[in-house]
């Protein structure tokens, strides 16, 4: 079975200059509200975990949550953290350059 948390080495990267500069971070799998089905880095403590808040793991010290009700409707996927072009379009952390992207295994070709 393959891992159900992933990362890029560009969004490891990403993630360690994002933290270099912010300190430590969260990173939530958004549900579709707001940013899509974007993921949303943001400074650790910035958004209060919930107990429906499922933690996946970590990726470059940064915890990975995705809400525990969504993750089984969506058949509880793996994901794959991946770096796109440009600044993030809602309130997640990324440089002007780069913001995080989640994709799923079978779309990224796994």
Do not use: K
Not at 42 to 49: C, D, I, K, P
Not at 56 to 67: H, K, P, T
Request: charged share 20%.
């Amino acid at each position: 079975m393959p891992a159900t948390l992933t990362a890029t080495p560009a969004a490891i990267d990403l993630l360690e200059r994002l933290s270099a500069d912010r300190g430590p971070l969260e990173i939530f799998q958004s549900g579709g509200c707001c940013d899509g089905t974007s993921p949303i880095c943001l400074q650790r403590g910035e958004l209060l975990t919930g107990a429906n808040d499922l933690l996946l793991g970590e990726l470059a010290g940064a915890s990975f949550y995705v809400d525990r009700e969504q993750y089984d409707r969506w058949g509880r996927p793996s994901f794959l953290i991946d770096v796109g072009a440009g600044p993030a379009q809602g309130f997640s952390l990324s440089l002007p350059d780069a913001h995080l992207v989640t994709r799923t295994p079978s779309a990224a070709g796994e």
